[in-house]
Structure formats: C-alpha cells, structure tokens
T-cell receptor, first 111, second 109 residues
Framework: DVKVTQSSRYLVKRTGEKVFLECVQD?????MFWYRQDPGLGLRLIYF???????EKGDIPEGYSVSREKKERFSLILESASTNQTSMYLC??????????FGPGTRLTVT | RKEVEQDPGPFNVPEGATVAFNCTYS??????FFWYRQDCRKEPKLLMS???SGNEDGRFTAQLNRASQYISLLIRDSKLSDSATYLC??????????FGAGTRLTVKP
C-alpha cells in the first residue's frame, strides 16, 4: 500500500518566519509534487521533481522553494511566510506515468 | 480561461438518483484524464481513469470527447457514501496534472 506522509497536519506560523514542510513516500516513486488547495481554486501546482536534486517550477512557485536530496523526501520551504500563503498544502508522488498518491495534507495558517 | 473547468455545484440529490458531472479542458495536447474523489478534510484519491472509448466501474461511468475537449462522470443509484467532491484531472505530459476546482456532491436520504 502506497504511503505518503507529511510532517504536520496543522501548522501556525507568524509572518516572516521560515517554514519547512516535509513529505516522505515509501514506494520508490520518481515523481513528487507540491500543491496548494484553496476554496474555489482547486489544486495548484507549486513545484515538482522528477528525480533526486531535480526540480521544476509549477504554476505558482513565487515565495516557495523546494529540496529533494533523497528520492523518498521532498521538502517545501516558505522563505518568509506571508498571510496569503495560508492554505492547505498537499504533497503527492507517482511513477513516471499514472496515478498520483497524495499525503494527508498540512493546513498552514500564517498570522 | 482556466485549464480545467468544472461546475462547482453543489449538487444535492436523493439516494438512488443518477447524477452527471461535466468538465472541459483547454489544452488539446492533453494526454490522459482522470476523476479523483476528495472527502471532506481528506486528500484526493483516484476514482477512475477516463479512456477514449468510455469506461465503466460499477455505478460509475466516465466518458471522454476529445473533439469537444469534454469529460463526464455519471453516477447511477447514488449512495450516501458517494457524498464528496469530485475532481476532474487532465494530464498534460510527464504526469504534469492539472486539477479542476471540483464539483461537490451531497447525497441525501
């Protein structure tokens, strides 16, 4: 059974703080993704990675960076959190083709 | 124009009803198509893939019309447990997936 885990279910941070969101998958998937989900907007892709140390910008990369030092782990970094980054963050992994498997999500609130 | 557009609903239907959701996509080069289901406060999970010839999985039928860039999902004999948000998903390439905002379904007794 595929498992994607995220470091926190709920997180509250202050404006300007640096925030790390961790994602780990146990199925040896090549691809990993970070999305944010907001009401009425659906899932929007922030960054994705096809391999270790590789990353590609998605639709809304501004204010975010990522790190993939190991195949199973994909980290999302908010360099200086802002209130408009309050959102649900979802990590996903997949083989090169096929279904994406999602983690349970991290609900981030920036105050 | 959004890449993937869905009617947000909500659709409120009685148990046993048949309900259909529609989705349009803008990129004619899209390669594959899916419906995901997302329960309240949960992550999205794959419901079914959508094939050009149309496909059925129990009470669920998915159809694709490439010429019109249109995808549909039909649910027959709705159950209370079908209540969820249904996400239309289009795969551009290399698993670069674009998600619709979702259609919310509530099935009532």
């Amino acid at each position: 059974d595929v498992k994607v885990t995220q470091s926190s279910r709920y997180l509250v941070k202050r404006t300007g703080e640096k925030v790390f969101l961790e994602c780990v998958q146990d199925m040896d998937h090549e691809n990993m993704f970070w999305y944010r989900q907001d009401p009425g907007l659906g899932l929007r892709l922030i960054y994705f990675s096809y391999d270790v140390k590789m990353k590609e910008k998605g639709d809304i990369p501004e204010g975010y960076s990522v790190s993939r030092e190991k195949k199973e782990r994909f980290s999302l970094i908010l360099e200086s959190a802002s209130t408009n980054q309050t959102s649900m963050y979802l990590c996903a992994s997949s083989l090169p083709v096929g279904e994406q498997y999602f983690g349970p999500g991290t609900r981030l609130t920036v105050t | 124009r959004k890449e993937v557009e869905q009617d947000p609903g909500p659709f409120n239907v009685p148990e046993g009803a048949t309900v259909a959701f529609n989705c349009t996509y803008s990129n004619s080069a899209s390669q594959s198509f899916f419906w995901y289901r997302q329960d309240c406060r949960k992550e999205p999970k794959l419901l079914m893939s959508v094939y050009s010839s149309g496909n059925e999985d129990g009470r669920f039928t998915a159809q694709l019309n490439r010429a019109s860039q249109y995808i549909s999902l039909l649910i027959r004999d709705s159950k209370l447990s079908d209540s969820a948000t249904y996400l239309c998903v289009v795969n551009l390439n290399n698993n670069d997936m674009r998600f619709g905002a979702g259609t919310r379904l509530t099935v009532k007794p």
